[in-house]
C-alpha cells in the first residue's frame, strides 16, 4: 500500500492482496500489519503481512469501550 499508513499499534480492517479482509494491528517497527488471531492476548501473534501486500486499510474502534446498552445501579 501505498501513502498514508495507520498509527503504530492501531487496530485496522485490512484488505490483502488476494482481497481478503482481515482484522488485526498495525506495527510501525515492523512494517506490517499482524492479523488478530482470537482473544488470548496482546502478546499473541497473527499471521504477518508486509505493508507492501497490503491493499487497503480502514480504522477500527477500539473494542475494550464499556458496552452502552449496560447500565449499573450502585
Known amino acids: 500500500m501505498r501513502g498514508k499508513l495507520p498509527e503504530d499499534q492501531a487496530l485496522v480492517l485490512f484488505t ?3 482481497g481478503i479482509p482481515r482484522e488485526g494491528t498495525y506495527k510501525k517497527g515492523s512494517k506490517a500489519f499482524v492479523e488478530a488471531i482470537g482473544d488470548e ?13 497490503i491493499v487497503s486499510w480502514e480504522y477500527l474502534e477500539k473494542k475494550d469501550k464499556p458496552n452502552s446498552d449496560i447500565m449499573v445501579i450502585l
Not at 492476548?41 to 501486500?53: A, L, M, Q, R
Request: charged content about 40%.
Open 16 to 18: 490483502d492482496m488476494n
Open 41 to 53: 492476548g496482546p502478546e499473541d501473534t497473527g499471521n504477518i503481512y508486509p505493508e507492501e501486500d
